[in-house]
């Protein structure tokens, strides 16, 4: 069975410098997806950005990227120039067809970003 | 672009009543997921729907039973109602032949008194 793992409980950054967030996950197979949901104060889970495991090249979206590394099952997301609307629960959630299409989520990371 | 559409957005029922949450899905998107999310919590995986047939069963009570209809909505019905069901439920829809992403709608908080 699948497991996504964010062994950051809660992080903190001050306005405008960069945070990364960790994730490592399990798993036995090759094509699956990973992605970073973001849930801020009002709850609303967003979609920050996605990578396709078979893409070796990083994904970026504006001030998100993840560092992923396949062989280490591991995806970290970096928040550069850190804003206070980036304050949220942060979510790391693993993918895969053969699941029947359901998340397989983290526990979650508690950011804060100070001004 | 049009989003998930949920209703209502806040419920609050006395113990042992039923409640029924409904969710709209993104125009052509074919498959719809509940989830339960507690305080502090990640979210658990109830149940999904792929082309209006049950496609995957998470940690649903038997209390609990949902439906995709033919326009593509879902209603999640939930009976004898206990505090502990009290939570954020979330619908999220996605397209097959998307990128496996699921878009999610704001959620309904129930509360149970």
């Known amino acids: 069975a699948q497991t996504v793992t964010q062994s950051q409980p809660e992080m903190s950054v001050q306005e405008a410098e960069t945070v990364t967030l960790s994730c490592t996950y399990d798993t036995s197979e090759n094509n699956y997806y990973l992605f970073w949901y973001k849930q801020p104060p009002s709850r609303q889970m967003i979609l920050v950005i996605r990578?396709?495991?078979?893409k070796q090249q990083n994904a970026t979206e504006n001030r998100f990227s993840v560092n992923f590394q396949k062989a280490a099952k591991s995806f970290s997301l970096k928040i550069s120039d850190s804003q206070l609307g980036d304050t949220a629960m942060y979510f790391c959630?693993?993918?895969?067809?053969?699941?029947?299409?359901?998340?397989?989520w983290g526990l979650g990371t508690s950011l804060a970003v100070n001004p | 672009a049009a989003g998930v559409i949920q209703s209502p957005r806040h419920l609050i029922k006395e113990k042992r009543e039923t409640a029924t949450l409904k969710c709209y899905p993104i125009p052509r998107h074919d498959t719809v997921y509940w989830y339960q999310q507690g305080p502090g919590q990640d979210p658990q995986f109830l149940i999904s729907f792929y082309e209006k047939m049950q496609s995957d069963k998470g940690s649903i009570p038997d209390r609990f039973s949902a439906q995709q209809f033919s326009d593509y909505h879902s209603e999640l019905n939930m009976s004898s109602l206990e505090l502990g069901d009290s939570a954020l439920y979330f619908c999220a829809s996605s397209a097959l032949n998307g990128l496996n992403e699921q878009f999610f709608g704001p959620g309904t908080r129930l509360t149970v008194l």
């Open positions: 959630a693993f993918f895969y067809a053969g699941n029947n299409r359901k998340l397989i």
């Open positions: 990578q396709e495991a078979y």
